[in-house]
């Protein structure tokens, strides 16, 4: 993406509303990332340690400053290197979460949110801290110091801190990682509904793929600093751009395959070692073309044994049960395709239905590749190769 020149203060109608970033370095870490945040809008940076995650946001929060590139946010330029132009942190409004809290163990919430509302009268500052605690489900807990209070409730302490600046932009990282599920849960429901009550860009760096998926309105994938895929998650989920991203997603079923045919209505043949898949794809890939492919596990469908149904006639595969994992009330199945390990498919079924099918490891299963769940990319590497492991920086 290239973001049109303008001089210190002004922007271009296309820059005017919330966060667009270009920014671009070699060392440390490198970068060639590009990103834009609506207002309301929460987007999730999700890729490897060491992809980039957090340099952005310091540099979007005027921490870092890199050789090239341009940050405007609610209008107002922060940072453009070719006009020399750089606001230093105390004049970006920012909200800056952190996983860690960074709080001072000498100071109540009270105290703490108070500090930050240094642009406003000394006497307003008590009564809009107490707003914030109370927005953040603290009412009550204001006079409480860091250590009498949970980890859930330091983390809302942060996050009233953040909102106290009456920031254009909010930047957390990694906020939830510190604490149990079931707080973690607590807070992920809370962000939603501060969204609802604070209409400006969210940008949140996580790890959690599920946890980016539940939240965002849109993932922006990055690999050894560099933007991938930016989407909707399950338009990213689903339909990545390449194999890596696929892999960087955790879609464990990627292979290659040949066209072979494509139908007047669409449907096209894909020759997967000598099996040929209907898909239902929307690219415009030819005949003869190599691609890679992928299937979601919410797409293979296993046969009932006994029981067969009309969706099972769908591209079936038979194999053998290569390796089960029970992990509550669902169960994990790697299934080797035609009894080859070198063909390992994954997906997962209710355990119930493993238990009710007599799934077990070197049991014969058969299952159905939904065409339309079928996607296909460029050609990648091969299916037996792993997603390199990025610098750590």
């Known amino acids: 993406m290239s973001l049109p020149a303008a001089g210190p203060g002004r922007v271009s109608e296309p820059e005017r509303d919330g966060l667009t970033a270009r920014i671009r370095q070699q060392t440390p870490i490198p970068l060639d990332a590009d990103l834009s945040c609506a207002p ?29 590139g341009r940050i405007v946010c609610d209008g107002e330029i922060w940072f453009d290197a070719t006009a020399g132009h750089c606001l230093p942190p105390q004049q970006r409004r920012v909200g800056l979460v952190f996983q860690d809290y960074a709080l001072f163990p000498h100071l109540s919430a009270l105290d703490t949110v108070a500090i930050a509302l240094g642009h406003l009268p000394r006497r307003e500052r008590p009564a809009r801290a107490r707003e914030l605690l109370a927005l953040v489900h603290l009412a009550g807990l204001e006079e409480r110091r860091p250590h009498e209070l949970s980890g859930g409730q330091r983390q809302r302490v942060a996050l009233a801190r953040a909102l106290a600046r009456d920031p254009v932009v909010l930047l957390l990282d990694e906020p939830f990682a510190a604490v149990d ?82 139908r007047p209505d669409g449907v096209l043949l ?8 209907e898909v239902r794809d929307r690219g415009a890939f030819p005949v003869g073309a190599k691609v890679s492919w992928m299937i979601p596990p919410s797409h293979i469908v296993l046969h009932r044994r006994g029981r067969p149904s009309l969706g099972e006639r769908e591209n079936p595969v038979p194999g053998t049960v290569g390796e089960m994992v029970e992990l509550g009330e669902t169960t994990s199945v790697t299934m080797w395709v035609d009894g080859d390990p070198e063909r ?26 939904l065409a339309e769940g079928i996607h296909l990319m460029p ?3 091969s299916e037996s190769d792993e997603v390199a492991q990025p610098d750590r920086g």
């Open 181 to 262: 599920q079931v707080t973690r849960r607590r807070l992920q429901r809370e962000l939603v509904l501060l969204r609802r009550a604070v209409r400006i860009p969210m940008v949140l760096v996580t790890h959690d793929l599920s946890e980016a998926s539940a939240l965002a309105d849109r993932l922006c994938v990055l690999y050894r600093g560099r933007t991938l895929q930016t989407g909707p998650p399950g338009e990213v989920l689903n339909h990545p751009r390449d194999p890596l991203v696929a892999r960087l997603m955790d879609q464990t079923n990627v292979f290659e395959g040949v066209v072979r045919e494509r």
């Open 40 to 68: 309301g809008e929460l987007l999730a940076l999700v890729g490897p340690s060491g992809s980039g995650k957090t340099t952005i946001l310091r540099c979007i929060a005027g921490l870092d400053r890199p050789p090239e």
């Open 344 to 369: 390992p498919l994954n997906f997962t079924v209710a355990t119930h239905a493993a238990r009710r099918n007599a799934l077990a490891p070197g049991a014969d299963l058969r299952v159905s590749l």
């Open 270 to 277: 894909l020759d997967w070692r000598g099996r040929l898949l």
């Open 379 to 381: 050609p990648g590497p």
